[in-house]
T-cell receptor, first 116, second 112 residues
Framework: QKEVEQDPGPLSVPEGAIVSLNCTYSNSAFQYFMWYRQYSRKGPELLMYTYSSGNKEDGRFTAQVDKSSKYISLFIRDSQPSDSATYLCAMSEGYAGGTSYGKLTFGQGTILTVHP | SAVISQKPSRDICQRGTSLTIQCQVD?????MFWYRQQPGQSLTLIATANQGSEATYESGFVIDKFPISRPNLTFSTLTVSNMSPEDSSIYLC?????????FGPGTRLTVT
């Protein structure tokens, strides 16, 4: 069993739709949770970073963490064609001192296409 | 965040040769990481590089194959040695900051 499982997709939605991307994990030591967006032939771009259960909002993006269920989600509101990319969840146990430095374990990625 | 650059951005190499990839960060960082992303796959950590100490390698990766240097707090190199077609991947460096981990643009390597 992989430590991090991500809904593989692909997802295809119309412009303006709400998108839900999800990951589950088995390692209860994970403390830091990140979502990355990766365009074709580019490096991953950090979208959201959270370390506590609950919701964190940034513009059209909301990251949700449920540590009791070992489940994280990323919601995209009012999706745009420019949101078309691969979305990766990533998690880390962190290091002593409470930093997020540390090995990231990634999900497999979900390819999202938003069509006009 | 951090501005991270990598050189080269891409290369095509022959089997048996070596390639050194450079990673430059615009600020001093304690830890840098090197990841591999094989075609159609997610990212896998190769090693963690601290300035002034030996890199720490993940299971399945060895120093003889992927030697790493970390001469200062803004720079690191990863060498892919004695390459085979199976080494064709994107190689990415990343840095850890209090606001998260940030990635460079990657080096796309093709081994023929």
């Amino acid at each position: 069993q992989k430590e991090v499982e991500q809904d593989p997709g692909p997802l295809s939605v119309p412009e303006g739709a709400i998108v839900s991307l999800n990951c589950t994990y088995s390692n209860s030591a994970f403390q830091y949770f990140m979502w990355y967006r990766q365009y074709s032939r580019k490096g991953p771009e950090l979208l959201m970073y959270t370390y506590s259960s609950g919701n964190k909002e940034d513009g059209r993006f909301t990251a949700q963490v449920d540590k009791s269920s070992k489940y994280i989600s990323l919601f995209i509101r009012d999706s745009q064609p420019s949101d078309s990319a691969t979305y990766l969840c990533a998690m880390s146990e962190g290091y002593a001192g409470g930093t997020s430095y540390g090995k990231l374990t990634f999900g497999q990625g979900t390819i999202l296409t938003v069509h006009p | 965040s951090a501005v991270i650059s990598q050189k080269p951005s891409r290369d095509i190499c022959q089997r048996g040769t070596s390639l050194t990839i450079q990673c430059q960060v615009d600020s001093q960082v304690t830890m840098m990481f090197w990841y591999r992303q094989q075609p159609g796959q997610s990212l896998t950590l190769i090693a963690t590089a601290n300035q002034g100490s030996e890199a720490t390698y993940e299971s399945g990766f060895v120093i003889d194959k992927f030697p790493i240097s970390r001469p200062n707090l803004t720079f690191s190199t990863l060498t892919v040695s004695n390459m085979s077609p199976e080494d064709s991947s994107i190689y990415l460096c990343s840095v850890g900051l209090s606001s998260g981990q940030y990635f460079g643009p990657g080096t796309r390597l093709t081994v023929t």
